[in-house]
């Protein structure tokens, strides 16, 4: 079983940036698709983009373009490079892990993060 601890959010301004990390223990992320998933106040939580054991990526229409998943196998971490941060980005953001070549559906991952908040004003 694997274990992620998620580190990195915080409060910035809109247009900012923001860099997350998660870092695993007890298994390899190699093993694994990890992903990041978010969470609004009052709202369902959803896939924000994921890379797969192959590094294959994959991202939300609501991101692409904007953030930028990168894993390194030797650090068992994953990060998320966050760009030109909007309001409507503000969540708890999760780091997962998945048995699936490319999970981009929350149902598609086993393991979860406790979250981190990220907070954009504007």
């Known amino acids: 079983q694997v274990q992620l601890a998620e580190s990195g959010g915080g409060l910035v301004q809109a247009g900012g940036s923001l860099t997350l990390s998660c870092t695993a223990s007890?298994?390899?992320?190699?093993?694994?698709?990890m992903g990041w998933l978010r969470q609004a106040p009052g709202k369902e939580r959803e896939f924000v983009s994921a890379?797969?054991?192959?590094?294959?990526?994959y991202y939300s229409d609501s991101v692409q373009g904007r953030f930028k998943i990168s894993k390194d196998n030797a650090k068992n971490t994953i990060y998320l490079q966050m760009n030109s941060l909007k309001p409507e980005d503000t969540a708890v953001y999760y780091c997962?892990?998945?048995?699936?070549?490319?999970?981009?559906?929350?149902?598609?991952?086993?393991?979860w993060g406790q979250g981190t908040q990220v907070t954009v004003s504007s």
């Open positions: 997962a892990a998945s048995g699936d070549r490319s999970p981009r559906y929350v149902t598609d991952y086993a393991y």
């Open positions: 007890g298994r390899f992320i190699s093993s694994y698709s």
């Open positions: 890379v797969a054991w192959d590094s294959g990526t």
